[in-house]
């Protein structure tokens, strides 16, 4: 599937009707999300024919898209029922075969590498501090092959220091610097849309043969 064509269909998805600021509920636009699942697939290979799941998946858009691109399974876990919801309607209007757990990830309690590679759009920290590194921390415990990761770029001395040194990270690099259009969603937005800064990091954990 070529980028244009994926990136179009990530489009069509339903995104949240009433996000909830405590969660950071932001939804992962078809250009950062198509571009984050092609990179992984075509300049790495860790998406066809592999078990990949989606970290905070929100409304479904980053599982989706490993789907189209040929993953074995996806899994998609949430918090949120109501994001759940949607994310399975979703998958439904596309006729993709995802399954959706609710769960807190920092109680997801799997033992081991569960999954090949885990993509996600965390929560940036700004409510709750820290919580970007606490989904990178179960992430690469329950990655085989990769994490791919969204993370502002004003945090990536921070990110790469705490995958390297505190979570098990055998490499850490960022891909890309992409813009991620934050749209006008709470009372204490000022601005239409901002454009943040963001990151596209690739992780492999230690354990990882494939150390490409």
């Given at each position: 599937m070529k980028l244009k064509q994926l990136e179009s269909m990530l489009g069509r998805l339903q995104q949240f009707a009433n996000p909830k600021v405590e969660l950071e509920q932001y939804p992962t636009g078809p250009h950062i999300a198509s571009r984050l699942l092609y990179t992984a697939e075509n300049s790495f290979d860790d998406i066809s024919d592999k078990v990949v799941a989606d970290f905070g998946c929100g409304c479904g858009t980053l599982g989706a898209a490993a789907a189209l691109l040929g993953a074995e399974q996806v899994i998609g876990i949430d918090?949120?029922?109501?994001?759940l919801e949607i994310a399975s309607m979703n998958a439904?209007?596309?006729?993709?075969?995802?399954?959706?757990?609710?769960?807190?990830i920092s109680n997801l309690?799997?033992?081991g590498h569960i999954v090949d590679?885990?993509?996600?759009?965390?929560?940036?920290?700004?409510?709750?501090?820290?919580?970007d590194i606490n989904f990178l921390f179960v992430a690469l415990?329950?990655?085989?092959?990769?994490?791919?990761?969204?993370?502002?770029t004003s945090t990536r001395d921070h990110v790469k220091r705490a995958a390297l040194r505190d979570l098990n990270a055998s490499r850490a690099e960022v891909l890309c610097e992409l813009r991620f259009d934050v749209p006008q969603l709470y009372k204490f937005h000022k601005k239409k849309?901002?454009?943040i800064a963001v990151d596209?990091?690739?992780f492999v954990p230690k354990s990882c043969g494939k150390d490409i």
């Open positions: 918090i949120d029922p109501q994001s439904e209007d596309l006729e993709l075969d995802i399954d959706f757990v609710q769960c807190d309690g799997w033992r590679t885990v993509v996600m759009n965390p929560p940036f920290g700004t409510r709750t501090k820290g919580a415990k329950a990655a085989s092959q990769a994490v791919y990761s969204l993370h502002k849309e901002v454009d596209l990091w690739r």
